[in-house]
């Protein structure tokens, strides 16, 4: 029989699925395309935990929920901390959060993802509504500016192929291989190249002056501000050429451009201040409104959905985490020992806490030192419904199959609510809740009910309607020393699950050999890993792909000055032979 279902992983993508004769298969149709990656795939060859431990011994799922309620009992509320991850993306994953808020727990805000650039873009436009797949389709030219296609979001390939393509990327990725023009900009230089773009945006008066007076007002201060940089100092520090800054603007003049985005751009401190200049290149180029133009980022994607959980309680940040204030860690959905910044912090502090409790589908850092370990149902089993960050799709997710281990987020959260005195809705009622946050497009697909694709048609979502732009910069600092350290999604894992890479990668002129063990260093710690030579990498940067072993032990846990998320690319690392 045929069951339909979604991909539940953080991915731009929200593929939709057939589940087939047991096995996971694409949609033909919609944006999926009749095809899937890797990791779904090969879901099924990855082993997932079947067995509840305590303190390393098998236990039952009865005996694992009663230690649950027994830790829970013994902490008291404030000391307890709900730590949440995406490692499923299911709208009902909130539903265990609902339980800890309404019990006096303490939840987590910022981000380990996307927050600085979401920060900015609201700073800048008074909310983060994103231009989808749909409409990047109708572009003529594509700006892909810190987001690797092939790797993070490969549903977008065939929607571009025979569009122009700039790409803005510190490594020589697929597309910039294939790309009309490519910038191998040096790291953490957007901001200075977004300032660059728009001065001489108006030095060749390209801009939209009609579409600027109306929504973006300001745009004669943000242009003497672009002129507080010297251009050639500027130019020769973000490696990019005048010639290469005419170039884009000739091949983006009078077209339909769409400005794609990832989180590349924005592991940094001012990763909001470097989204907002990104964007306002775009509100000079009046992109926004406009059909088969715009800026794409990660949306919001919750936007126009209500959740029904209470999600009200007191908050902690989710980067510089104190964990040893609190008596019992629940952590579900993520590994943050692997995948916070600043590793060597993480794990003395968490090695602090008398109760941990892993709650995940498979072995990592984190259950190694969890003293629970409850297994979750993976999404092939239980009751779901998802949304994506880069299309307006919203996706039902039954359960497609039986298995006779792990638990569901609603049944645990059922479990603990019975026992707690928490009113909670059955799982019926909470999916009908976001089902009727839909409406039917021709495809037989569903889409958010109110979301917009062209938004911002009458304006921004500011006070007045109109575009903020960054009114003070930072006087750019034209030293430098150390390497950048760039630490992007790989192929092989999606962030720390599936196959793990194990090395870091370096470009040949730096004298050393493939396979050599180097040890990397920075202020917050380092790691030791063999070399891999590759020539797509400046030689300036070092490459340690998310998801490697060790690699957060040389990131920073201070957060990003606006969107409380981290910053894993603003430390400057070190490297030497071991
Ligand atoms: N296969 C796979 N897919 C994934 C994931 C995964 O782990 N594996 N993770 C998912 C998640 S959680 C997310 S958030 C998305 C993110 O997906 P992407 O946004 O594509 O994220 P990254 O790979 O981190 O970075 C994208 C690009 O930014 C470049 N970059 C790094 N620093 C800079 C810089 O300073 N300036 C510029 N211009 N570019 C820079 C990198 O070289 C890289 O090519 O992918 C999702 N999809
Ligand atoms: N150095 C560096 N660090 C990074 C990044 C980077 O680019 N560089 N990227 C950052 C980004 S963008 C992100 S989003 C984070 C991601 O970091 P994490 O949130 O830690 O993501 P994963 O490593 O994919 O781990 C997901 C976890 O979810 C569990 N899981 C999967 N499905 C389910 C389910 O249905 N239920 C339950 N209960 N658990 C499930 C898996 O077993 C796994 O333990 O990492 C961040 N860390
Ligand atoms: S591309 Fe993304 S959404 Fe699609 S199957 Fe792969 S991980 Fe899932
Ligand atoms: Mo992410």
Redesign the pocket.
């Known amino acids: 029989m045929n069951k339909n279902t979604a991909c539940p992983l953080?991915?731009?993508d929200a593929c939709e699925i057939v589940y087939l004769n047991d096995k996971i298969t694409p949609k033909k149709s919609g944006h999926t395309k009749g095809f899937l990656?890797a990791h779904l795939n090969h879901y099924k060859n990855f082993s997932h935990i079947t067995k509840p431990r305590y303190n390393g011994e098998e236990i039952t799922m009865d005996e694992a929920l009663l230690k649950l309620k027994e830790m829970l009992r013994d902490s008291k509320k404030d000391e307890i901390l709900h730590y949440k991850g995406n490692g499923n993306f299911g709208l009902m994953q909130d539903v265990t959060s609902h339980f800890f808020a309404s019990y006096g727990a303490t939840l987590t805000d910022g981000s380990l993802?996307?927050g600085a650039g979401e920060a900015g873009i609201i700073e800048g436009r008074g909310s983060n509504k994103n231009m989808p797949l749909s409409e990047i389709s109708k572009s003529e030219v594509v700006i892909i500016?810190?987001?690797?296609p092939h790797?993070?979001?490969s549903h977008l390939l065939p929607i571009i192929k025979d569009k122009k393509i700039i790409v803005?990327?510190?490594?020589k990725?697929k597309i910039a291989k294939s790309a009309d023009l490519y910038i191998q900009?040096k790291?953490?230089s957007?901001l200075l190249l977004a300032l660059m773009l728009n001065r001489f945006l108006h030095i060749y008066m390209s801009y939209d002056e009609e579409y600027l007076k109306s929504f973006a007002s300001e745009y004669e201060d943000y242009y003497e501000l672009t002129q507080s940089l010297r251009i050639k100092d500027t130019l020769d520090f973000i490696d990019v050429t005048l010639g290469q800054i005419g170039d884009i603007l000739e091949i983006i003049k009078d077209k339909k451009v769409a400005i794609v985005c990832?989180?590349?751009?924005q592991?940094y401190r001012d990763g909001a201040e470097v989204m907002q200049a990104i964007d306002a290149f775009g509100v000079n180029l009046g992109l926004f409104g406009k059909e088969g133009c715009g800026v794409a980022y990660?949306g919001n994607s919750k936007e126009a959905i209500n959740s029904p959980f209470n999600l009200k309680a007191r908050k902690v940040s989710k980067v510089d985490t104190k964990f040893s204030n609190f008596k019992t860690l629940f952590i579900q959905g993520t590994n943050p020992l692997s995948q916070m910044p600043d590793s060597f912090r993480v794990t003395k502090e968490i090695s602090l806490v008398k109760n941990i409790v892993y709650f995940g589908l498979e072995e990592n850092e984190s259950s190694a030192l969890a003293h629970l370990v409850i297994p979750a149902k993976s999404f092939l089993y239980k009751n779901d419904i998802r949304t994506s960050y880069s299309h307006n799709a919203i996706i039902d997710m039954p359960s497609v199959a039986e298995c006779d281990y792990g638990i569901s987020e609603y049944d645990l959260s059922a479990y603990l609510c019975s026992n707690f005195d928490i009113k909670l809705k059955s799982e019926v009622e909470y999916i009908e809740h976001f089902k009727s946050f839909r409406a039917e497009s021709e495809n037989d697909s569903w889409y958010v009910k109110g979301r917009e694709d062209v938004p911002y048609k009458n304006g921004f979502d500011t006070d007045d309607g109109e575009f903020i732009f960054l009114e003070d910069l930072d006087k750019p600092k034209y030293v430098d020393n150390g390497f950048h350290l760039?630490t992007?999604?790989?192929?092989k894992?999606?962030?720390s699950q599936f196959t793990r890479e194990k090395n870091v990668y370096l470009n040949s002129s730096l004298g050393f050999k493939e396979g050599e063990l180097v040890k990397i260093s920075s202020s917050n710690g380092y790691v030791k890993l063999k070399v891999k030579i590759n020539d797509d990498i400046r030689n300036d940067c070092i490459l340690i792909y998310?998801?490697t072993k060790g690699v957060n032990a040389l990131t920073t846990s201070h957060a990003s000055f606006s969107g409380k998320s981290a910053a894993y690319?603003e430390e400057k690392v070190e490297i030497s032979r071991c």
Do not use: A, E
Request: hydrophobic share 25%; glycine share 10%; with cysteine.
């Open positions: 953080d991915c731009f990656c993802c996307d500016w810190g987001r690797n790797v993070s979001n803005i990327d510190p490594i990725t900009i790291p953490h957007d990832g989180v590349g751009v592991k990660l760039i992007s999604k790989s192929h894992s999606q962030n998310s998801g690319q």
